[in-house]
């Protein structure tokens, strides 16, 4: 298992901005090391189903976004550590919801491991 953080959450008005941390341990709990393939964000409103929201390739950089957030949210990542961060600008109260980290190791098909998720509420 592998341990991701998330922080920066928070409550704040329409057209605001909060800033995402997430970082992840560099060996799984047993000690083994791993290669990281890909980081990503996922959001979950109250209601609803677990939603993309944006991801970065570990081996050169691309970032992908959710088309509702593309130009508002920027991901980026810190390469000496397995850390991502998420820059969201113009919030919206569409935006509320409990924001996760995920991350794809090499061997796994998809995100294989996850944070506990931290909470963006929008007001209007």
């Known amino acids: 298992q592998v341990q991701l953080v998330e922080s920066g959450g928070g409550l704040v008005r329409a057209g605001g901005s909060l800033r995402l941390s997430c970082a992840a341990s560099e060996r799984t709990a047993s000690g083994r090391p791993f290669t990281t393939v890909a980081m990503g964000w996922f959001r979950q409103a109250a209601g609803k189903e677990r939603e993309f929201v944006a991801s970065?390739?570990?081996?050169?950089?691309?970032?992908y976004y959710a088309n509702s957030v593309e130009g508002r949210f920027t991901i980026s990542r810190a390469n000496a550590k397995n850390t991502i961060y998420l820059q969201m600008n113009t919030l919206e109260p569409e935006d509320t919801a409990v924001y996760y980290c995920?991350?794809?190791?090499?061997?796994?098909?998809?995100?294989?491991?996850w944070g506990q998720g931290t909470q963006v509420t929008v007001s209007s």
């Open positions: 970065i390739r570990w081996s050169n950089g691309t970032p």
């Open positions: 995920a991350l794809q190791p090499v061997g796994a098909s998809g995100y294989h491991y």
